[in-house]
């Protein structure tokens, strides 16, 4: 089955960086695109960045441009965001999402704290 698991979070102080691995298994991890997206406390959870399994497209949510990169290896099933310049803002529950004829699946998420 599709698991999706998601480490790498914790505290940092506003301007640092963190990056989050998300490592996927039960299916053929190259030829999907894959997406962070995040969720703050009484907020929806929204699309972070979606990259692509073919060309490298990349997409970003606006108010991460330039400060996230999402990058893939596909030898070792795993996708990665890392995070520089971060924002009291950017504080939330990351998740890491693949979506396989239809179905959206979701790992446990991480945590994410951006705060002196």
């Known amino acids: 089955q599709v698991q999706l698991v998601e480490s790498g979070g914790g505290l940092v102080q506003p301007g640092g960086s963190l990056r989050l691995s998300c490592a996927a298994s039960?299916?053929?991890?190259?030829?999907?695109?894959m997406s962070w997206y995040r969720q703050a406390p009484g907020k929806d959870r929204e699309l972070v960045a979606r990259?692509?399994?073919?060309?490298?497209?990349?997409n970003y949510a606006d108010s991460v441009k330039g400060r996230f990169t999402i990058s893939r290896d596909n030898a070792k099933n795993t996708v990665y965001l890392q995070m520089d310049s971060l924002k009291p803002e950017d504080t939330a529950v990351y998740y890491c999402?693949?979506?396989?004829?239809?179905?959206?699946?979701w790992g446990q998420g991480t945590q994410v704290t951006v705060s002196s």
């Open positions: 990259g692509s399994s073919v060309y490298g497209d990349t």
């Open positions: 039960g299916f053929t991890f190259s030829r999907y695109a």
């Open positions: 999402n693949v979506v396989i004829l239809y179905n959206a699946y």
